[in-house]
């Protein structure tokens, strides 16, 4: 059996995405970004009146939950993994301010996580797979064949956020964006539904000061030492 699972967790804008994309496409494997799915739950939530005047409806949410449905659709001519939010591309959207200001308060509700949860280790069942996020290692894939926990300092990833939306022209300063990564850093680890944390068995990598082929060159070899 050459079915491989791969769990990528840690911070916000660390490079998970960008690393994950990469394995799979050197391991010619599927990639699934999770948190993509959760932005997805917090653009319907805003776009539906769920979440107003800085709160949650709840029950709401929980309610219209089964109406949501995502997806992937991998794009061969941008050879990017685009996200549909019943049936229409938005992976523009999710990427936005306002959704990355909520996503971490939905994302802690624990009904949301269940049903996240469920389809993630659906899309894991039959195909070899590379997914990133908070919780692969230690909740969705407990017994992934190589987890990986990667962090860099809040400054380094504030920067990061900042050159993209710079590239994106959105207005926003570099205090806010630093603001931001420590924030959702704070909910992300503090909440009480499965909080971001390091599995026991995963292996730490710090690419503050890698490149991507350094931190390529990292997994590959450590992948083999495990096969
Ligand atoms: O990875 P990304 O920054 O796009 O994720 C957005 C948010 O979704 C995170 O800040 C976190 O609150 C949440 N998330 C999560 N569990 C995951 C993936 C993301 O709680 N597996």
């Known amino acids: 059996n050459s079915k491989v699972v791969i769990a990528i967790d840690g911070y916000s804008s660390c490079g ?70 019943n049936g229409k591309l938005v992976e523009d959207k999710i990427r936005g301010l306002d959704v990355s200001n909520h996503v971490s308060a939905i994302s802690a509700l624990g009904f949301v996580r269940k049903k996240m949860v469920e389809l993630q280790q659906k899309m894991g069942e039959t195909d070899s797979i590379v997914m990133d996020g908070r919780d692969i290692g230690t909740v969705v894939f407990p017994h992934a064949d190589l987890k990986l926990f990667m962090t860099a300092s809040p400054h380094i990833r504030a920067e990061r956020r900042f050159k993209e939306y710079k590239e994106k022209n959105e207005r926003i300063s570099f205090e806010e964006v630093l603001e931001n990564v420590r924030k959702r850093d704070h909910i992300d680890e503090t909440r009480k539904e499965s909080p971001l944390r390091k599995a026991a068995d995963a292996i730490v990598l710090d690419n503050g000061e890698m490149s991507k082929e350094e931190q390529l060159d990292f997994i590959v070899r450590e992948l083999r030492n495990r096969k």
């Open 16 to 85: 998970k995405s960008t690393v994950a994309k990469d394995l799979a496409k050197l391991l010619n494997i599927i990639f699934i970004d999770s948190g993509a799915m959760y932005r997805c739950v917090t653009l319907y939530a805003l776009e539906n009146n769920i979440i107003k005047g800085g709160g949650i409806d709840e029950d709401l949410l929980q309610k219209v939950l089964s109406e949501i449905t995502i997806s992937f659709k991998f794009d061969a001519q941008t050879k990017a993994n685009d996200t549909y939010l």
